[in-house]
């Protein structure tokens, strides 16, 4: 077993030296992924996925490195990083190169192999996406997660549907069946539904399994054709349902070490057309174990308990299984090698068998002995062939011919049987019949070093000369011949092969190793003598054919003598083209049946037959022309008709010239290698090979004097160019450095002149400017007086307010006055009444206190006086100074002055009031203190201090003084308040004393 580390390579070889599985284990390479930093470790594979090939696949590690494996070109390579762990992986069929990727943030993404873009980003799931199933037309894609699946449209990468189901219900897998337009769904509850795809209808739901089998599914396969869905779950009982019948025919119990199922996957094989027999059952111990559905045997098994499958997939055609391992790394197993022990053909039944004849047998006479090889027919003379024929006649008709029974089980005679009974064999076995028939060893080590080998020469351009539409198509028919070619030399000359190998290339377009065996077998077997006369046709075949043709129609045989048309006109078009010209793909199909169930003579009898056939259009062509046309085109004629009269001509040809006599029988390939052919001239061949190498190497000579010649005068013509470029180029140089001297002149100039222009501009923009910022300091200047003006207008209506205010309250403060009085002199009488007897004594007493409180009042008026001359002088000083300050405001500071003056000469009036209020009070009545004296001192302080405010309000030039004047004020009132207060508290006290004690009075 060979094992590549992928490392940090991006690309490289798969293996370096040839795998040669072995039977044991059938592993062709261990893969694993291993990083060179500091602490090296191992990246886990996840998931694998073939492409529609089989023969190359791309696996993702946990790291989101995906891989691209080429097993035929042994090639990988390092298709994208995706940086994050891939889910599931899947190949978008209708464009072979993009596959799609789930990854573990819920999206998909599609790539491209070979250009390693990003083609779409697909979005909308909500969970892991574990599967990945995409339509066999390539259109539709179905992804599946734990709560939905959705249907893609893989030309728009747009989501078309969404499945939503119950939380407890859960989906364990939703995917199309092959070769259908059918969705099924399966459920955790064991239910499953097929949908149509395009409409989503239900076309059916499978009945639920027997409740005694108690096993809940969880993993799926279906067979190739459809037809059978198989089902497994947490048990070792496997379910196979018949999807056409809707209805579960067997239940498979694995042995007892299996407690679970993990995966479940059909392997396919070329050769069942579908109905695939063999299951690959992956249980939980890691083991993958294929059996038989239809004998329930096991085949083959493959992983251990020691290295256990994690996860695996088969490639389309059946050749290899891609298995993930526990351990991170990813095997790849070679079905052949696997299958080899299985697919042993049984030990050869062979007796030797005497004749007893009657007469004694003489030396010309033939004896059969048949061995463990192949059975060898007797040499048959000429004096004999009657007899020959009567004996096998004879010996087919009593004795067991061993040489009809076939590989596989299968009996020639039998077949022989069914196919005259039914004309053709079915569809669905036909390839199995044909390579039971053919008995194709399928030697997959012999054929791979042919294909090894790679394209021959002879074929390199093979599509210039047979365009096909089909790219695989055209690639397998190059590799068939191409093996064709390395196996003799003889096919890399014949001109016709492409003709002869086309129609199975088309049909064995998937499988090329039987296509190769298939053409190889008819070759040797129904080509016999073809190549003696190399490079011409084969004259001693075309005798054959036009001698049955005159036995048994001398008159079309005449006809075509008549106009010149020879054997090789009607006969060697169909033979060199396997009649695939004039036959549609279902008469070539029936005709093939009945050709290798046969002597090998058929395929000639089946020229003269359709000529015989077509003998009426033919007798009424009698241009050359039209006769080619005829046996290179599709004409009128059924196929069954031929082959009934092939077989009519096999049976009434006269042995002589029977071409059963002078071919050989049926010989199979032989096992293990491919037999040489050399059934041809080999010195023509050799002469030929010689004469196409020389010519090819004085072609190479003369290629390549033509390629030197055709340098010389490429650099010759080069160097020229590249002169004259630079003498152009010079001229040009000198122009433009004379047209750009004129530029330069005219731009100087112009710069000039701007610059002229720009002064001129900028003396008229100085101007402008200072032209407006005199306007802006004018409009600034009256904007400022505009502002004064208005402040000295809102400060007289502030004064003229308050001054009214004033007036009404000193109306208001008189009013109360008269009230008051008229009161005091209620009391008065009535005090007047009680102090008469101690009048004098009161009288005397009040008149000092009168003295002493009139001297005590004319000093404070006399203080106050003084202080309101000096307060004015300092007004006076004031104004003088904010005249010769600012003459502006000479007319504001006046009416400050003159409003000062008024508040002081109504404050003195204000006094004078109180004072005589005061002494008329103390005059009648000593012991009532006047109520509103506070009120008066109230009022007195009222106009001072809203005076004060108003002076506050003065521009800041005068500011500075009225503050210093507002001190003195506020010192002065304090002081007057105090005395006041002095004053009041001293009568009020008097009063009160007088009143306590009128025996005081009394006395």
Known sequence: MQSTDLGNKESGKIWHRKPSPAARDG??????HTTSDYLPKVLRFLNVAFDSSGDCLIAGDHQGNIYGFDLPGNRFNLVQRTAQACTALAFNLHRKSEFLVALADYSIKCFDTVTKELVSWMRGHESSVFSISVHASG????????????????????RKRKLNILQSVGIQKVFFLPLSNTILSCFKDNSIFAWECDTLFCKYQLPAPPESSSILYK??????????LAAGGKSNHLHLWCLEAKQLFRIIQMPTKVRAIRHLEFLPDSFDAGSNQALGVLSQDGIMRFINIQ?????????????????SVISPHGRYIACVMENGSLNIYSVQALTQEINKPPPPLVKVIEDLPKRKLTSGDFKMKVTSGRVQRPAKSKENKIQTRILKQDLTGHLENKENELSDGLNKKRLQILLKGYGEYPTKYRMFIWRSLLQLPENHTAFSSLIDKGVHVAFLNLQRKYPIKSRKLLRVLQRTLSALAHWSAIFSDTPYLPLLAFPFVKLFQNNQLICFEVVATLITNWCQHWFEYFPNPPINILSMIENVLAFHDKELL?????????????AWPLLETVFSEVLTREEWLKLFDNVFSNHPSFLLMTVVAYNI????????CDRKDDFEYFFHHRNNLDISVVIREVYHLMDTTPADIHPESMLSGFVALTKGQYPVFNQYPKFIVDYQTQERERIRNDELDYLRERQSVKNMQAEVDQQRAEDEAWCQKQELLHKAEETRREMLLQEEE???????????VKRELKMQEMQLQDAARRRLLKLQQDQQEMELRRLDDEIERKVNMRDREIATTAKDLEMRHLELESQKRLYEKNLTRNQETVAKEMREDIDAYTRKVDLEERSFHRLIEADQTQ??????????????????????????????????????????????????????VPRCQNERVASSRLPRASLLNDISEMDSSTRISLNQRKIQWDTMERDLLERVRNLRQRLTAQARSRCQTPHLLAT
């Open 139 to 158: 259109k539709y894609a179905i992804t599946t997660s734990s709560d939905t699946a959705q249907l893609w449209d893989l030309d728009t990468f747009q």
């Open 875 to 928: 007004n006076q000083k004031a104004q003088k100074w904010k005249e010769a300050e600012e003459k502006d405001f000479q007319l504001k500071s006046e009416k400050k002055a003159s409003a000062l003056s008024d508040a002081s000469r109504k404050w003195f009036l204000e006094k004078e009031i109180d004072d005589a209020l005061e002494h008329a009070e103390h005059i009648h009545s000593k012991a009532v």
């Open 750 to 760: 112009k710069m000039i002149q701007q610059r002229q222009r720009l002064a001129a």
């Open 27 to 32: 592993i062709i390479v261990n893969i694993i």
């Open 613 to 620: 056939c077509s003998r009426a259009p033919l007798l009424n």
């Open 558 to 570: 005449q006809h075509f003598i008549d106009h010149d048309v020879t054997s090789q006109l009607y």
């Open 295 to 311: 004998t329930c045997k096991l085949l083959f098994e493959i992983g251990s308990l020691d290295e256990g499958i994690s996860s």
């Open 219 to 228: 993993v799926f396969a279906v067979t190739r054709d459809g037809r059978v």
